[in-house]
């Protein structure tokens, strides 16, 4: 397992109605509770019918006054992102909320590596949260009562970056007050789920140096579990078109979006990666299994102003696997999905992965390069939402063996190696 991984898993993350009535008036005060109640009734099925099958999978018809969201994104696959963070948000208005990041460690980008690597630590952030689109729905008359839409926020908060390695900074547990502003949507999906995406910019202000501040720019991605007070169960037969109940899938074509961009301006250097990616999944006829094909890279380019060095790094990763969706024709019975590639799998593959740096210093360049030849298992669980939509959590265990080479010893090297992957895809279906 991966350094950075071994640290991250050090650390640990009804209403009562009252009715009262007098005897002189006992049959009267029934009529119009029971006329208040089919009212209520009334009203409530008339929205919920007013809502397409996809306002009412993202928990429109609920009124939803704040939110507990514990994101399950401990890891993004191959680019090993740490997010483990428990969040709660509150209505303050119709349009309005607060959202306080009660916990949250995680990664950050710092440019304390003259390599682009990142550091780890704590975050704890306050942020006003604007539901702009909110007052279009006001004047249709459209559910508004809930914590769902695209927004825009402003926010503060507080870090402390852990670092260790001397020659890098001569401190440790830097701290930093991040102001920053973000575009974004928030969803939240039957019931307990959420999702959290967008794009964020800001400041991140250093208490320890001036010169650790950095300017930061980069996508996002929360995804996890949500937990509020809702009054009603949800109808399968409603959020059918939305789950794909009948739908055959032969063939998905599917990119990740998690955490695809990140750029940083730090001490007048730049640190920036991007990660593009595109996966391919073919079902074998009728039955439960399928050829899955992912390749993907990660681009990273950082440039020292203060000193004159550079490094451009490239880390290509393809893995081939079979897939066998070992709960497929229960769920065909049970009519949730169609004869496709909606359900929970284990798989077994084969996976390269590959990391290329070039260094530029002095005039000098400087060349390491590693090749990595694995096994992979893995169990996942995949639901088709919609037409665009995917999502695939997996959990993956790969061994095999990786070849090195040194360009500032010049020596060549081969050994075993494992890594432990828990990858959260978000994407778009093409």
């Known amino acids: 397992m991966q350094n950075k991984k071994t640290n991250m898993l050090k650390v640990y993350s009804p209403v009562i109605w009252l009715v009262g009535t007098f005897i002189l008036i006992s049959s009267y005060s029934y009529s119009q509770n029971d006329s208040l109640s089919y009212t209520k009734e009334y009203t409530r099925d008339s929205a919920i019918a007013y809502l397409t099958p996809m306002e009412y999978a993202f928990m429109f018809h609920e009124e939803t006054k704040w939110l507990i969201k514990t994101n399950m994104m401990i890891a993004a696959d191959y680019s090993a992102s ?88 001569n401190y440790s547990n830097l701290k930093f007050i991040p102001l920053y502003a973000k575009w974004g949507v928030q969803r939240r999906f039957l019931k307990r789920g959420y999702v959290d995406v967008g794009l964020m910019v800001g400041w991140n202000n250093s208490l320890t140096a001036a010169k650790w501040s950095t300017l930061f720019f980069s996508t996002y991605v929360d995804a996890g579990l949500a937990f509020t007070r809702d009054k009603q169960e949800l109808d399968f037969d409603k959020l059918c078109p939305i789950l794909r109940c009948h739908a055959a899938d032969r063939f998905v074509l599917k990119t990740n979006l998690v955490n695809i961009i990140n750029l940083a301006y730090v001490r007048k250097s730049i640190v920036g990666s991007v990660v593009p990616n595109i ?53 065909i019975l049970k009519g949730k999905t169609g004869n496709g590639l909606s ?64 360009g500032y010893t010049r020596m060549t090297r081969n050994n075993t190696r494992s890594f432990l992957d828990i990858g959260f895809g978000i994407g778009y279906r093409f």
């Open 82 to 169: 740490v997010n483990l963070k428990l969040s709660l948000e509150k209505k303050i208005s119709k349009t309005l909320s607060l959202n306080a990041v009660l916990f949250n460690y995680t990664s950050f980008n710092l440019g304390l590596s003259t390599f682009g690597y990142d550091n780890y630590g704590l975050e704890f952030s306050l942020e006003s949260r604007w539901y702009y689109k909110k007052r279009k729905s006001i004047r249709n008359n459209k559910p508004v009562a809930n914590l769902s839409g695209a927004y825009l926020a402003l926010g503060a908060g507080y870090r402390i970056a852990y670092t260790s390695t001397s020659r890098e900074t």
């Open 279 to 331: 996966a391919a999944e073919f079902k074998l006829g009728t039955s439960p299994f399928s050829i899955n094909t992912t390749l993907k890279s990660k681009f990273q380019y950082s440039k020292d102003s203060e000193h004159d060095f550079s490094s451009l790094s490239a880390s290509p990763q393809f893995t081939i696997e079979g897939r066998y969706y070992y709960n497929l024709n229960r769920r």
């Open 343 to 406: 359900a929970n799998y284990i798989s077994v593959g084969a996976n390269y992965r590959g990391t290329f740096y070039e260094y530029l210093s002095g005039g000098n360049t400087i060349n390491q390069r590693s090749s990595f030849v694995g096994l992979v298992v893995g169990t996942g669980i995949q639901r088709l939402i919609s037409d665009h939509l995917y999502l695939d959590l997996n959990l993956g265990f790969t061994y095999g063996i990786q070849y090195s080479y040194d």
